[in-house]
């Protein structure tokens, strides 16, 4: 049973930094590519930043220059620095991954974590 488990989430100020981080645990054979989405409420999810097995990173347009995202393969974890936070980053955010494990491949969700950004 693969899983995806976040964490990192909280109430930071306008202009502060947060860490998140999921972990995938289970019986991986591989993961190819692990990312972040965000859902505001009353609003779509939207992908947020991706990173392949390889380190290729793709980011939204809204948080280019400040989020970063980074992984570690040999723990199965996925990071997403967030810096210059605004209040409308706002939102749940979701830890998603391609992982190929005995069930074959398809792609995982974490259970969300709530960043919330208000003075």
């Known amino acids: 049973q693969v899983q995806l488990v976040e964490s990192g989430g909280g109430l930071v100020q306008p202009g502060g930094s947060l860490t998140l981080s999921c972990a995938a645990s289970?019986?991986?054979?591989?993961?190819?590519?692990m990312g972040w989405y965000r859902q505001a409420p009353g609003k779509l999810r939207e992908v947020v930043a991706t990173?392949?097995?390889?380190?290729?990173?793709n980011y939204a347009d809204s948080v280019k220059g400040r989020f970063t995202i980074s992984r570690d393969n040999a723990k199965n974890t996925v990071y997403l620095q967030m810096n210059s936070l605004k209040p409308e980053d706002t939102a749940v955010y979701y830890c998603?991954?391609?992982?190929?494990?005995?069930?074959?491949?398809?792609?995982?969700w974490g259970q969300g974590t709530q960043v919330t950004v208000s003075s």
């Open positions: 990173i392949t097995s390889d380190g290729s990173t």
């Open positions: 998603n991954a391609v992982i190929t494990s005995n069930s074959g491949a398809r792609d995982y």
């Open positions: 289970g019986d991986i054979f591989s993961i190819y590519v």
